[in-house]
């Protein structure tokens, strides 16, 4: 295939159009144009070569490698119903492989590829940079591969992230996300259990609930929620961190997350509300109550210190309702439309000693138990009460060699 029929095909791609959006493809096209409009600019042409190799080299050396990363994370039609039936449709499955063909031929091209046939090519090459690598690769084949793998690896952000933000309504990958891990977490296994029981059968297509944590503060209910995202991310799990203020938008986003072969928290953290709160009724219609059915691929965890979610005042009850009663179930509705409840309580004095033992393991904090005990129950008055949070804190300024 010649220069200009590549960068032909190329610019008639379909399925695979999202590809030509990388800045890598781009400058690539770029130096095809130039190639096949060379009339014996080397500058204009050893330019282009130099931009691209400048893209390719902080993402690997082996052009055919790093294009083949862009084609099978692309978002598109053929990847997102690449489990269903029939796939994307017979015109869409037929643009694919002729596509997928033409960026192979792509990711082989070398540098002397590109030069072929022009003139004065040798001399043209002692301009240039050094050739980039390539290596034979077959597209179809991965691209079938990565197909049957979509909902343990994703695609577009999705492949590459597994954590994501609500930002004016479109998601926004967190490229540093807490790298909590279950492990990491002493305490609670009997609690933990049961959100990890309900997210494994979010992964495998079954029913499940969706799940508020409640109890008191820095018992770990957050770092719960974050550390199974962590540990089932492989799996094909990604989490969505939702803001009490962005709670309308929840509904446009299980519509957009409905068809995706990924299985999606959606995690509302330190979740309460003021009586009169337009955002208490939008969380109790997405629950449970709205026309339109949870999507089987998504589930709500809310983290509260609030058993009814619903801040009241003793006055509250001294007002002018009529049907007060009716008032009160409507406050606690919202609480049981989570079909699972767990409850983190602050922990006994043996819960937390035996919190403390596995984190000073952890840490390498050397020191007797009864002393370690002693020094932490003192630090945990200072700080307002025993919690996992306080023994982390408090192992964590040992390890660091701070005088307590």
Same mark, same amino acid.
């Given at each position: 295939?010649?220069?200009? #029929?590549?960068?032909?095909?190329?610019?008639?791609?379909?399925?695979?159009?999202?590809?030509?959006?990388? &800045?890598?493809?781009?400058?690539?096209?770029?130096?095809?144009?130039?190639?096949?409009?060379?009339?014996?600019?080397?500058?204009?042409?050893?330019?282009?070569?130099? &931009?691209?190799?400048?893209?390719?080299?902080?993402?690997?050396?082996?052009?055919?490698?790093?294009?083949?990363?862009?084609?099978?994370?692309?978002?598109?039609?053929?990847?997102?119903?690449?489990?269903?039936?029939?796939?994307?449709?017979?015109?869409?499955?037929?643009?694919? %492989?002729?596509?997928?063909?033409?960026?192979?031929?792509?990711?082989?091209? @070398?540098? #002397?590829?590109?030069?072929?046939?022009?003139?004065?090519?040798?001399?043209?090459?002692?301009?240039?940079?050094?050739?980039?690598?390539?290596?034979?690769? !077959?597209?179809?084949?991965? =691209?079938?591969?990565?197909?049957?793998?979509?909902?343990?690896?994703?695609?577009?952000?999705?492949?590459?992230?597994?954590?994501?933000?609500? @930002?004016?309504?479109?998601?926004?990958?967190? *490229?540093?996300?807490?790298?909590?891990?279950?492990?990491?977490?002493?305490?609670?296994?009997?609690?933990?259990?049961?959100?990890?029981?309900?997210?494994?059968?979010?992964? %495998?297509?079954?029913?499940?609930?969706?799940?508020?944590?409640?109890?008191?503060?820095?018992?770990?209910?957050?770092? @719960?929620?974050?550390?199974?995202?962590?540990? =089932? %991310?492989?799996?094909?799990?990604?989490?969505?961190?939702?803001?009490? +203020?962005?709670?309308?938008?929840?509904?446009?986003?299980?519509?957009?997350?409905?068809?995706?072969?990924?299985?999606?928290?959606?995690?509302?953290?330190?979740?309460?509300?003021?009586?009169?709160?337009?955002?208490?009724?939008?969380?109790?219609?997405?629950? &449970?109550?709205?026309?339109?059915?949870?999507? +089987?691929?998504?589930?709500?965890?809310?983290?509260?210190?609030?058993?009814?979610?619903?801040? #009241?005042?003793?006055? !509250?009850?001294?007002?002018?309702?009529? +049907? &007060?009663?009716?008032?009160?179930?409507?406050?606690?509705?919202?609480?049981?439309?989570?079909?699972?409840?767990?409850?983190?309580?602050? $922990?006994?004095?043996?819960? =937390? #000693?035996?919190?403390?033992?596995?984190?000073?393991?952890?840490?390498?904090?050397?020191? $007797?138990?009864?002393?370690?005990?002693?020094? %932490?129950?003192?630090?945990?008055?200072?700080?307002?009460?025993?919690?996992?949070?306080?023994?982390?804190?408090?192992?964590?300024?040992?390890?660091?060699?701070? *005088?307590?």
């Amino acid at each position: 295939m010649t220069v200009r #029929e590549l960068s032909a095909r190329l610019g008639s791609l379909v399925v695979l159009r999202g590809v030509l959006r990388d &800045e890598l493809v781009v400058r690539f096209r770029a130096l095809l144009r130039e190639a096949g409009a060379y009339t014996g600019d080397a500058a204009a042409l050893a330019g282009a070569a130099a &931009e691209f190799e400048a893209a390719l080299l902080p993402r690997g050396e082996v052009w055919s490698d790093v294009l083949l990363d862009i084609v099978l994370n692309d978002d598109n039609l053929c990847m997102r119903r690449g489990l269903t039936p029939g796939g994307a449709g017979e015109v869409a499955e037929a643009c694919l %492989a002729a596509e997928l063909a033409a960026l192979q031929a792509a990711g082989s091209m @070398t540098l #002397e590829d590109v030069l072929a046939g022009l003139t004065g090519s040798d001399a043209l090459a002692n301009l240039l940079p050094p050739p980039w690598k390539v290596r034979a690769v !077959d597209y179809a084949a991965a =691209y079938r591969a990565r197909r049957a793998d979509v909902g343990q690896k994703g695609f577009g952000m999705f492949a590459t992230h597994h954590v994501f933000t609500l @930002t004016d309504g479109a998601l926004t990958p967190v *490229r540093w996300p807490d790298p909590q891990r279950l492990a990491d977490l002493p305490g609670y296994e009997r609690e933990r259990e049961k959100i990890i029981a309900n997210t494994e059968a979010l992964l %495998a297509g079954l029913p499940s609930a969706n799940v508020l944590l409640y109890g008191d503060a820095g018992t770990g209910k957050s770092s @719960t929620v974050k550390a199974i995202a962590n540990e =089932y %991310a492989p799996r094909g799990l990604r989490l969505v961190e939702v803001k009490k +203020h962005q709670l309308y938008q929840m509904p446009a986003l299980m519509d957009e997350l409905a068809d995706n072969p990924l299985k999606f928290i959606l995690f509302i953290d330190d979740l309460s509300f003021a009586a009169n709160d337009d955002n208490f009724a939008a969380l109790k219609a997405i629950l &449970e109550g709205s026309v339109g059915g949870r999507s +089987h691929n998504v589930a709500v965890y809310a983290t509260s210190n609030r058993r009814h979610l619903v801040k #009241e005042r003793l006055s !509250d009850r001294t007002g002018d309702d009529i +049907h &007060e009663g009716d008032t009160r179930q409507e406050l606690m509705s919202l609480s049981a439309r989570f079909g699972l409840t767990v409850t983190f309580q602050r $922990p006994d004095k043996a819960l =937390y #000693e035996s919190i403390l033992l596995e984190l000073a393991v952890r840490y390498g904090v050397q020191m $007797p138990s009864d002393q370690l005990f002693m020094r %932490a129950e003192a630090f945990a008055l200072r700080a307002g009460g025993r919690s996992p949070r306080v023994a982390k804190q408090f192992i964590e300024l040992l390890a660091a060699g701070v *005088r307590l």
